[in-house]
């Protein structure tokens, strides 16, 4: 399986506008240097884009390839941001040129104004013909450009031009499928292989280009829950295929083995892989069914539409179902509606908050750090002593983890540097330590949840209540964190930092009825989208559990391909033969590794409370 390559350049000659323009999508460049591809924020602010991510080191130049249509003196933009505007009126610290040729030009750009703009780098005489256009960064703190606009006219580009457009793009690819599984996280993967396994022709869509969603070195954060246990002991086996063979949040990417996953995927006859490519667009045949999932790749736009008669939803975000108008919910149940004794007394829109891990290294001679100080409250007493930082370091609970997802990632990237800035410069700690990996990729641990036929709720964890379809077992305790008091003190509102109470739990039988939409007829979710309440959530959210929601949900697939019949009709028709599938479970034959050991899981059967969060 080979992955998608980039085009060497977007670039048009704009009709309409009164003078030859290039529209330039810097997601495209081939060589992007020390620059690195960021998609997680699509659908706030439109496009995919780079970032100079280089922990407050200037990284390499990104650079592309452009055909210049005639000589004259062209005016350059650059679509940016100045992402440190939501704390600090200060100029920020996204600085960074663009460069034609071996032209520098005068502007800095990306580090004034307040929201996603055109900026003006500056002119410069060109010849016609073929230039390279470069972006040059000049501080190693996030700066980012979307793209580039290069004119012979006056005045600002379009704010919203119409990309597809201005690039020359085809019409979408259409592929048909038994089944499209967007979401290249373990539920994904583990759905995509399960229906595999059973004959269906699989899509598995996957919006970066590693596997792994959280559990890939891009988040670090390692297999929580316990597998093979419940009233269908093979459920999970599978995940022993890939699974990592060493345990912990934030350590070095090895440890997280990206490369045996995509391995993993590879070998399964039946599952074609869409890497980099982000769902942005769902085709519907009637009110309550998905015909075809619109997705486009990160890094050369072109489109895919997928068509299938069933869709699984393993994005986290519910992406799917909410585009194609499913019933999901958003923040915490008020007690009262299932009696839950965790729930506050108001429902409110509070959830679980997104992860920057990072950590620092002993160097062999003393560093410095730039002093970093935009509007956040630093000082001896509110600064975290600590050289890394990783589970519980989580911002965005008070916020939408959808629609202001990157002031969430921003203001954990902003915390870092605050905190690690005041310890190097103003309390002369760690002269002998630089960062050594702070994540882009932001771990999220919950947003929408897409409604089922049935919610999984407090109740039916500490009861355990018995339901006739019963698939995979939740083992993780009942984790729900809250704001550290002690960082509430200094950021209230803002808290950075977290705490958890783990509410012991036996394992607990979720039914099939909480892993399709009640009102979207061909839809499943698996991971942390399924039908459950914010209180029961804090146990199923956890990967090795999601990655057996997956995994029920292919075998469900491949129940309606054989049947002809949609998710619902599984449990009122067919919940025998499902039941059938699960007792046998979707791994390999044979002896597999033994990684269950790093589990963190409770003691069976009986309870107790575990040692870390995720």
């Given at each position: ?13 704009c ?15 081939p060589?992007?240097g ?43 933009w ?45 002119a ?33 580009p ?8 201005l ?24 759905a ?27 988040v ?22 890939f ?26 006859p ?18 309550n ?6 997705v ?6 072109r489109?895919?539409?997928l ?14 179902g ?6 999901y919910?958003y ?9 839950e004794?965790?729930?506050p ?10 992860s ?97 036929d ?24 009942i ?35 909480c892993?399709y939409?009640?009102?979207?007829d ?16 804090g ?39 499902l ?28 309870p ?7």
């Amino acid at each position: 399986m080979r992955r998608i390559a980039a085009l060497i350049a977007g670039l048009a000659v704009c009709a309409g506008l009164g003078a030859q323009s290039l529209f330039v999508e810097c997601e495209s460049f081939p060589e992007k240097g020390g620059w690195v591809l960021d998609q997680q924020f699509i659908d706030e602010m439109g496009s995919p884009y780079l970032l100079a991510h280089g922990l407050g080191v200037p990284v390499a130049d990104a650079s592309t390839t452009v055909e210049i249509p005639s000589a004259g003196t062209w005016k350059v933009w650059a679509r940016t941001y100045n992402w440190t505007s939501p704390w600090s009126t200060k100029e920020g610290p996204g600085k960074f040129k663009v460069k034609l040729g071996k032209k520098l030009l005068s502007n800095a750009v990306g580090c004034t104004g307040n929201a996603w703009e055109w900026q003006y780098a500056g002119a410069v005489k060109l010849k016609a013909g073929k230039t390279v256009l470069s972006l040059h960064d000049l501080t190693g703190f996030d700066g980012r450009c979307d793209a580039v606009w290069l004119t012979l006219e006056d005045g600002v580009p379009p704010a919203n031009p119409d990309r597809n457009a201005l690039l020359g793009l085809p019409k979408a690819d259409e592929a048909a499928f038994d089944l499209v599984v967007v979401g290249g996280g373990i539920s994904g993967m583990c759905a995509a292989v399960a229906a595999a396994r059973q004959g269906l022709k699989v899509a598995l869509v996957n919006d970066r280009p590693v596997l792994g969603g959280n559990n890939s070195a891009e988040v670090r954060v390692h297999l929580g829950g316990t597998i093979e246990v419940g009233p269908y002991p093979a459920l999970g086996r599978m995940q022993r295929e890939f699974g990592h063979s060493k345990k912990g949040n934030a350590q070095p990417a090895s440890n997280y083995e990206d490369g045996k996953k995509q391995s993993w995927i590879e070998s399964v006859p039946g599952v074609t892989l869409y890497p980099s490519s982000r769902a942005v667009a769902v085709e519907k045949s009637a009110d309550n069914l998905i015909s075809a999932v619109l997705v486009k790749n990160i890094e050369n736009a072109r489109e895919t539409l997928l068509r299938a008669p069933l869709f699984a939803d393993c994005t986290g975000d519910g992406t799917i179902g909410y585009l194609a108008g499913a019933d999901y919910r958003y923040g915490r149940e008020a007690a009262s509606e299932f009696g839950e004794s965790l729930a506050p007394e108001k429902a409110d829109n509070f959830v679980l908050g997104a992860s920057v891990q990072w950590y620092s290294r002993k160097d062999a001679k003393p560093s410095r750090f730039p002093v970093f100080e935009y509007g956040l409250n630093f000082n001896d007493e509110s600064v975290q002593d600590v050289t890394m930082g990783e589970w519980t370091w989580e911002t965005g609970m008070l916020h939408d983890m959808t629609g202001e997802f990157e002031y969430i990632r921003d203001y954990g990237l902003a915390v870092i540097y605050s905190n690690w800035s005041w310890l190097k410069n103003h309390k002369k700690m760690y002269p002998d330590r630089s960062l050594d990996w702070v994540a882009y990729i932001s771990g999220k641990r919950e947003s929408r949840r897409l409604m089922g036929d049935y919610i999984f709720k407090q109740d039916d964890i500490e009861k355990a209540v018995f339901h006739e379809d019963a698939t995979f077992a939740t083992t993780w305790s009942i984790d729900l964190h809250s704001p550290d008091p002690a960082n509430t003190k200094y950021f209230p509102g803002e808290e950075f930092k977290t705490r958890t109470v783990h509410n012991r739990i036996y394992p607990a039988a979720v039914p099939y009825r909480c892993l399709y939409s009640r009102n979207i007829d061909n839809l499943f979710m698996a991971g942390r989208d399924i039908s459950v309440t914010h209180v029961a959530l804090g146990t199923t959210r956890v990967m090795r559990t999601c990655g057996m929601a997956g995994e029920v949900v292919g075998l469900a697939a491949a129940v309606c391909h054989k049947n002809g019949v949609l998710p619902r009709a599984v449990y009122r028709k067919h919940l025998p033969e499902l039941q059938a599938l699960m007792r046998r479970g979707a791994a390999v034959e044979g002896p597999l590794p033994d990684n269950q050991k790093f589990n963190e899981q409770p003691s069976l059967p009986a309870p107790r409370l575990l040692k870390s969060a995720e």
